[in-house]
């Protein structure tokens, strides 16, 4: 495989407060790989780097072979790399369609492209097309989250990141929102996701790398990590084999 996203020796900070110390890893083409960790040890702030939306005090980022360490987000979009944030901060007051059409900004000039990625987002997620006229705020927390998911892929990326998928969701809404992940690695796009639920984030991914107070401390398969005596007492508690 060849390397699709790297960061090397990457270190962010909120001021003068130091969050993560220099974060290494890869994202290589068509993998789906999970980055884990307890609340606070450095998460969202590293992918919030990835997306642009968090300058790096030093370190490098590459993506699909460009530098983009001080790249702003939008280009970073362009170049093929789309984010779901935590939280999913869908657009409440415009429908389902609105908001699916703001993440497909890249067919602005054409407008049948746009509707043909419409078409396919809500071929992906029937719950959305039976709602598609309907406003994002009275949608469900699920049905938000796969709005969220289905606006980053309408940009058709090469790499989807996805802060926190399963945050606030239900257990069998939560399994469906991993289905997604693997469908969507399965049509060919590139994943990295953070998740605090390891036990379905290894489920789900390839590799994965282990954050704690912003430093990586493991990384290796999910077979190799959910094997790893430290994940498995701070992360997994006992796992079937």
Do not use: W
Request: with cysteine.
């Amino acid at each position: 495989m060849t390397r699709l996203l790297t960061l090397e020796g990457v270190t962010l900070a909120y001021g003068n407060v130091v969050v993560c110390e220099d974060i290494t890893f890869h994202v290589d083409h068509g993998e789906v790989v999970t980055l884990i960790g307890s609340n606070g040890a450095g998460k969202t702030t590293t992918m919030s780097a990835v997306a642009g939306l968090l300058p790096t005090r030093s370190g490098r980022i590459t993506f699909d072979g460009v530098d983009i360490t001080s790249m702003p987000p939008h280009l970073r979009v362009r170049l093929g790399l789309s984010l779901v944030p935590e939280g999913r901060h869908v657009f409440p007051f415009m429908s389902v369609r609105e908001n699916l059409l703001l993440g497909g900004f890249r067919f602005k000039s054409s407008p049948k492209e746009a509707a043909s990625a419409v078409a396919e987002v809500l071929d992906r997620f029937p719950a959305l097309a039976r709602r598609a006229n309907a406003n994002a705020g009275t949608l469900s927390g699920g049905e938000q989250q796969m709005l969220a998911v289905g606006r980053a892929t309408m940009s058709r990326p090469k790499l989807i990141c996805l802060d926190e998928p399963s945050m606030g969701l239900g257990p069998l809404i939560v399994a469906e929102i991993f289905s997604i992940i693997n469908e969507i690695s399965a049509q060919g796009t590139t994943v990295l996701f953070v998740e605090q639920n390891a036990q379905y984030a290894l489920r789900t991914a390839h590799r994965g790398y282990v954050l704690q107070t912003g430093r990586v401390i493991a990384s290796g398969t999910s077979e190799e990590l959910r094997h790893d005596q430290r994940v498995k007492d701070a992360y997994l508690g006992k796992v079937r084999a």
